[in-house]
């Protein structure tokens, strides 16, 4: 029993830091200091200014694409996180605005969205994977970054502590 168990925690715990190596190479070149400006309008032409929202409480931004199957998961969290708190997400190289938005549409993703076609946007915050999660503080600063799979409640928790 007891060596199960050490078995166990042993397993638990290289996931842990293969899981954790991971997420640091792929989110290894976004900035971790202040942010790049961000204003914009979204692709229902609302007006977008990160640094202003930021002063507000900390921002989600939720780099995703229509292509992407693990965002096929993530996306409806995000969306739900959406309802009470402030969320910036970018469309990565999935088609045009009315695209984009017909895609939310059907899926019933009810977020601002910045569509990035060519993926410039995402590159200028040295994005390497989707979905992608960046929570942004009052300051203007990367607080969390996530890459790949992520739940509602993991989101919740690194807004909450960012505040």
Partial sequence: MKRRA?????????????VSAVSWYQSRNIPRGEVPQLLTKS????PIDLHTMAENGPVLIYFWATW???CRVVSPAVSDIAR??????VALQSGNAD???AYQQQHNLNFTTLNDPSGQL???WGLQVT????IVDREGK???????????WGMLVRLWMAD
Avoid at 7 to 18: E, G, P, R, T, Y
């Fill in 122 to 124: 995402s590159n200028s």
């Fill in 131 to 134: 979905p992608t999660v960046l």
């Fill in 6 to 18: 050490y078995s166990a925690l042993k397993f638990v715990f290289f996931a842990v830091i293969i």
């Fill in 43 to 46: 692709i229902a032409g609302d």
């Fill in 99 to 101: 695209e984009v938005a």
């Fill in 68 to 70: 992407c199957g693990y």
């Fill in 142 to 152: 990367v607080s969390w970054v996530t890459s790949g799979l992520t739940s509602k």
């Fill in 84 to 89: 009470d708190h402030q969320v910036i997400t």
